[in-house]
């Protein structure tokens, strides 16, 4: 396996890890506690063959855009979702939002789902469950299958990381059905950050090569743009950690003065 | 109308997130490397990654405000 390909198959993997993770425990919730498995996984199967429909309509059209602008549009939208998960994840790290947490999302849906009444469509006995797996598995599935197809298409090689993202959506899968509850062990907050990064890092490299521009070192580029995302990011952390205590203990003192 | 409404918010959400600005300034970033490998010979990879050093902080610094 060369470079790039074992940096495909990491990215989508870990990518797909976290989106199963959130995807996962919402069906967990909906099959547990309206205690009708039977609606969450019809919920699961209307939603991976929605799924099915969008990639088997999006992966030949890909493949017919020509390379560069392949590359524009599709490092452009990573370079989007990258900052944006970057963005979330150095909030997360530095303390100025909270940790993802998968229990407590776990123990919302459980609530809401406690709530919801309960009414019959069809061949589905409890549509709540139905829905809340249905919209799970399509949502989450989605960022699955655009990272996935992006990211094989530009490597020319959908299959590797059509098995990646199948090998974690299984993986988690299996995870989460075997303990029966939100997989609050994995850690996620720690898998977005990198996968920020990655994500990121090949937006930054692929939409500056489609817009036309020649990186020095061709893909060799990406082993020096990696290192340096990564270390910005974590800079970033420590800057935003140093400001929230300054400001922390500039409001304690304010508070001291005044009582 | 209301599911076009949620269908458009959906896919809002899914592809510009929390921050649009951070959307808008990759797409100024892109253009305007486009731009200079079209009408010149200068190097422009080097743009991208400017942009990612100014809108990250910048949007952090917006966040953290809040």
């Known amino acids: 396996m060369t470079g790039a390909a074992v940096a495909l198959f990491v990215s989508v993997f870990l990518a797909c890890v976290v989106e199963a993770v959130e995807a996962v425990t919402i069906v967990l919730a909906a099959g547990s506690v309206r205690k009708d498995w039977r609606s969450a996984m019809i919920g699961v199967a209307g939603g991976l063959i929605v799924l099915a429909v969008i990639i088997a309509a999006l992966g030949p059209a890909l493949t017919v855009i020509p390379l560069r602008w392949l590359r524009l549009m599709v490092g452009g939208l990573l370079l989007i979702f990258g900052l944006q998960w970057l963005r979330k994840a150095i909030l997360r790290a530095s303390g100025h939002k909270a940790l993802h947490d998968e229990a407590a999302i776990f123990a919302e849906e459980y609530a809401s789902a406690q709530a919801a009444g309960r009414t019959s469509r069809g061949i589905v006995s409890d549509w709540y469950a139905f829905t809340l797996s249905f919209k799970g598995v399509l949502l989450e599935g989605l960022e699955v299958a655009f990272i996935a197809l992006t990211f094989g298409s530009n490597q020319h090689d959908i299959p590797l990381a059509a098995i990646a993202a199948v090998a974690a959506v299984v993986i988690v899968s299996a995870l989460g059905f075997a303990i029966r509850g939100p997989i609050v062990r994995a850690p996620e907050n720690a898998m977005k950050f990198v996968v920020g990064i990655l994500l990121t890092t090949f937006g930054v490299f692929w939409g500056a090569e489609g817009a036309g521009a020649d990186w020095p070192g061709a893909d060799a580029a990406l082993l020096v743009v990696a290192p340096l995302v990564a270390l910005f990011a974590l800079g970033l952390v420590v800057v935003l950690k140093r400001a929230g205590r300054t400001s922390r203990s500039a409001t304690a003192e304010k508070a001291t003065v005044a009582s | ?66």
């Open chain 2, 1 to 66: 109308m209301k599911w076009l409404k949620s269908f458009g918010a959906f896919w809002y959400d899914f592809v510009i997130g929390d921050d649009w600005r951070l959307a808008l300034g990759v797409v100024i970033a892109l253009a305007v490397t486009c731009l200079v490998t079209a009408t010149s010979s200068m190097a422009a990879w080097w743009i991208v990654p400017v942009a990612v050093l100014i809108l990250l902080p910048a949007s952090l610094l917006r966040a953290v405000r809040r």
